[in-house]
């Protein structure tokens, strides 16, 4: 097993493979510099002098750069390994797509007037250039997987053929999405596109990390379960989405039932898998810790941890926390731990001189590291309740929340620094300029403070970028306007767009009996809009879902104080005083309502039916 992955890249059309890594780590090295705007935005006594518009912009680059884009170009250079000669140029034309597509989004991310819309998965700015350079990058990734599709008997390289699954699977849920007509009856179109192939796309970053783990066992002489147990667990990784034509079948026109059966598949089936096999590497790991501290084991070890602590993080999520990117930060996490030693171990494959194995060591344990105490302050705060997708406010902050913000803000420093000096490293040493090996009569360079100085710089061009070019030049606005109006009104559309998106999630989850996670979207759609009496109604409705009956009467009452016609919620008021017993409170509401609601109101004859009960009720008393 020792040599398969070194045989793969032997064979392997260097050139190309070598092109899909120089765009997978361009977009990782990009990412971070938007993670680090995130960084500030949560960490205390920072966070308050960053624009309210920037949050938004730099989570969805940052999202979509660190996970879309770096795992499926570095998806493109594994799969690149299997293609044939004949194949060749149409990979070319697939990488030189994805390359334009990984640019238009970017573009569209600094100079774009769209909002930011944050969906889960693929979080998407609205706007035609960042759709279509979206599509563009996916076309091209598809494209290279079909020219890999010939099978190779070399050990784990299955693995690749099985990670394409899943993807064909995201395809159609993409398809299924443009044609289902409850996706066209809902009005957050962008959230109903990409959910589906958010959630299948989880199932082939495992099987990738699946494999990246057996290539690092063999070439680092750790024990692995044998070929077969391998395959039919890389198997059993890819299988569960199909399924997938089962759930577009069974809940066609019901998009909620769509939506929390991608949900159940991926919380259910995309794991267990994956758990086994980290099993049999932990084992192997312990049964050869008196070995050499190489590199490879190192990273190993770190994305089994990330990935175990991912997993127990997402069994404990309840609502829409920060308990949420404490799970993905750990899963994701692994991931790119992974990625890293296996372009660290192509290097020289690919024409780079070796680097220096202790610098690389450093790199990978600070990286890890960083995101051990990232998770453990993400975890920290959700267990305080702090929503996830919002910048830490200080105001009235408890000693605990702003503890766990602090913690967030170490180890988050400490992983972009680390991923900056794996970007630095890497483009050095593929490029040509390579970090000479140590033990050299040239002295080596240390590159930890330039790593800081240039996490710095980057942080200060993109907070400029985000923050000035979209009113100069996205926003069609006149340059020598009143800038202080032109800012506010971008902050007032911004807080409007996060407004709608969040309240149309909350329906959503609503609808589909997601209590909890509807409260989480309708409490942050209450703080943005506290005057909102849809808001209000939607949240008792919530609360009554939960038998939660005090708290729902509340937000039913306060909704039709902010408006007299507001008529739904005298119908949960109505239900809210019945939990609460109290009978001749609950029939006034339902009088209230039967009153102002129209005769075709569908509602009408059940409300009718629980009056007439609590009548009979009240009259035996």
Known sequence: MTRVFDDLLFDSPRSLVRAWLLLAVASLGLSVLCAAVLVLARTPMLGGWLPANLFGR????????????????????LWSMNVRARGLSSVWVAWVISLLGA??????GFVGSGQAVLSNYVPMVDHPLFVGGLVWFSAGIV??????????????SV??????LPLCMALIALAHAAFDPAGHASPAVLESA?????????????????FGWSALAGVSGVAAPSRTIRRVLFSLAALPVLATPFLM???????????MGYSQLMRWASWPAACALAVFMAIGLWRSRSGALSFERMALAGSIMLFALGCVAGAAI????????????????????VFMALAYRMMPFLGAVTVDARRVRWQLATYVLGLLVLIAGLAWSGVLGAPRKSPFSGDGASVASTAAAVLIGIGGAAAVTSVIVFVWIFMRGLLGNVVRPRGESVGRRDVRWKAFAMTAAGIAVLGAALTWWPGRFGGGEVIGQDQTAGHAQHAKQQREAEVKSRFEQGVVMLHARQYDPAIASFHRVLELAPDM?????NMGFALLGLSRFDAARDFFESATELRRNQINAYYGLALALEGLGDFPGAAGAMRSYLHRSQQDDPFRAKAQAALDRWQTRLAKR
């Open 58 to 77: 730099a989570l969805v680059l940052h999202v979509d750069l660190a996970t879309l884009v770096w795992f499926l170009s570095f998806a493109g250079a």
């Open 103 to 108: 640019g238009a989004m970017l573009i569209a």
């Open 143 to 156: 494209v290279t997987a079909v020219a890999g599709l010939r099978m190779s008997d070399k050990g784990d």
């Open 159 to 164: 693995a690749l053929q099985w990670a394409k």
């Open 194 to 210: 990409v959910w589906g192939a958010g959630h299948l796309l989880q199932f082939v970053y495992v099987v990738l990390a699946m």
């Open 249 to 259: 079948w069974s809940s066609w026109g019901r998009q909620h039932e769509l939506w």
């Open 318 to 337: 309840r609502t829409e926390t920060t308990m949420v990117p404490a799970h993905y930060h750990g899963t994701i996490g692994a991931v790119t731990a």
């Open 533 to 537: 009496p849809e808001a209000h109604v």
